[in-house]
C-alpha cells in the first residue's frame, strides 16, 4: 500500500518562510510527476507547483507563487519538497501532496500553512 505522510507545515508571520516535505512509501515502481496542491476555506483545490521525473526535471507553478516558491524532489528518498518564502496571508491553506506513482494518483492528508498578519 502506497503512502504520502506530509510535514513541515505550521504558522508562520507575514514575509517568513516554511518548507513543507513529502515521503512516498509502499510498493514503488516509478513515481513519474510530484507536487503540490492548496486548498484555502471556501475555496476549490488548486495547483501550487509541480515537478517532473527527474530531480531536475520541469516545474509548473502557480501564477500566485512564482518567485516565491520552489519544488524540488529527491528520488532517492521518493520525497518532495516545497519551499515557501515571502508568505502572504493569501497562501493559508491546507497544502497536499501529490504523486503519480505507478500510474495512479495519489495523495497525502494535508498539512495546514497559517500565514498571520
Known amino acids: 500500500q502506497v503512502q504520502l505522510v506530509e510535514s513541515g507545515g505550521g504558522l508562520v508571520q507575514v514575509g517568513g518562510s516554511l518548507r513543507l516535505s513529502c515521503a512516498a512509501s509502499g510498493s514503488i515502481f516509478r513515481i513519474r510527476p510530484m507536487g503540490w496542491f492548496r486548498q484555502a476555506p471556501g475555496k476549490q483545490r488548486e495547483l501550487v507547483a509541480v515537478?517532473?521525473?527527474?530531480?531536475?526535471?520541469?516545474?509548473n507553478y502557480a501564477d500566485t507563487v512564482k518567485g516565491r516558491f520552489t519544488v524540488s524532489r529527491d528520488n532517492a528518498k521518493n520525497t518532495v519538497y516545497l519551499q515557501m518564502n515571502s508568505l502572504k496571508p493569501e497562501d493559508t491553506a491546507v497544502y497536499y501532496c501529490?504523486?503519480?506513482?505507478?500510474?495512479?494518483?495519489?495523495w497525502g492528508q494535508g498539512t495546514q500553512v497559517t500565514v498571520s498578519s
Open positions: 501529490y504523486a503519480n506513482i505507478d500510474f495512479h494518483d495519489y
Open positions: 515537478i517532473g521525473v527527474s530531480s531536475g526535471g520541469n516545474t
